[in-house]
Each structure stands twice: as structure tokens, then as C-alpha cells.
């Protein structure tokens, strides 16, 4: 059996990373069900998180 995926925010986070290698790196195959399982996680798209953590950290 396979673990569970998970869309990881820390590495959205801490890697410049696109976010389509990230999924990948998660075992995602489709960036687009990454996406949708990272919203869910945390409320926000990866970009906008990005976004976000980067304007908390300047």
C-alpha cells in the first residue's frame, strides 16, 4: 500500500520551486488535483501562499 499524498506547504514555502515539480516531488501527477488538495489544506492556492508567507517574512 501506498502512503497517503499530501500537498505540502512548506515546500511551497521554502523552495522556488514551480509548484508543478513540487507536486510531483508530493506524488501528484496532476498538478492541477495538487492544487486543489493544497486549497483544501490551507485555504489559499500555492501562489498566493507563496505570496503571502514571502510579505509575513520581509
Given at each position: 500500500?501506498?502512503?497517503p499524498r499530501r500537498a505540502r506547504?512548506?515546500?511551497a514555502e521554502t523552495t522556488a520551486q514551480p509548484i508543478k515539480a513540487i507536486a510531483r516531488a508530493?506524488?501528484?501527477e496532476d498538478e492541477s488535483s495538487f492544487r486543489k488538495a493544497f486549497r483544501k489544506l490551507?485555504?489559499?492556492?500555492?501562489?498566493?501562499?507563496?505570496v503571502q508567507?514571502?510579505?509575513r517574512a520581509a
Open positions: 500500500m501506498t502512503p506547504p512548506h515546500a508530493t506524488g501528484y490551507t485555504l489559499l492556492w500555492p501562489q498566493a501562499y507563496r508567507r514571502t510579505m
